[in-house]
């Protein structure tokens, strides 16, 4: 997946702003924040979105919510609360087609969402 946005960060072939990483998962700053707190939780492997996933990949997919609780933790907004969002193919509002949890928080989010 050489053309990949987000494979390019993995393999640090471009910059970001890296708050956790692990084996499995790595999480930087969305270049575009939408709250105070605005990070990117992505898996190390290439996944077009959550639709792809399937049953063997349940164990990465807790990885990567757990690693949103890390990064909530991280940034100091674990106690106040936070908002995770996975925008899925068209309809769901995603533009970068490497699956990624969004970590939101430092502000009071709306309901529901646009
Ligand atoms: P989506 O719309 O696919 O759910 O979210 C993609 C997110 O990636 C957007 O919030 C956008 O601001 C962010 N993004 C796009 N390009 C870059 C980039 O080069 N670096 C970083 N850190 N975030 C990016
Ligand atoms: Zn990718």
Not at 79 to 106: E, K, M, P, W
């Amino acid at each position: 997946m050489s053309e990949c946005l987000f494979c390019k960060i993995v393999a640090r072939t471009i910059p970001a702003a890296l708050v956790y990483e692990d084996e499995q998962v790595v999480a930087f700053d969305d270049i575009n924040p939408q709250a105070p707190i605005h990070t990117l939780v992505i898996p190390r492997t290439h996944f077009a979105s959550m639709a792809e996933l399937q049953d063997a990949d349940v164990t990465l997919l807790g990885r990567l919510m757990l690693a949103g609780n890390k990064v909530a933790s991280l940034k100091g907004i674990a106690d106040a609360g936070y908002r995770f969002v996975v925008n899925t193919g068209i309809h769901g509002g995603q533009s970068v087609f490497h699956l990624h949890l969004h970590v939101l928080g430092g502000r009071h989010m709306g309901w529901p969402p646009g």
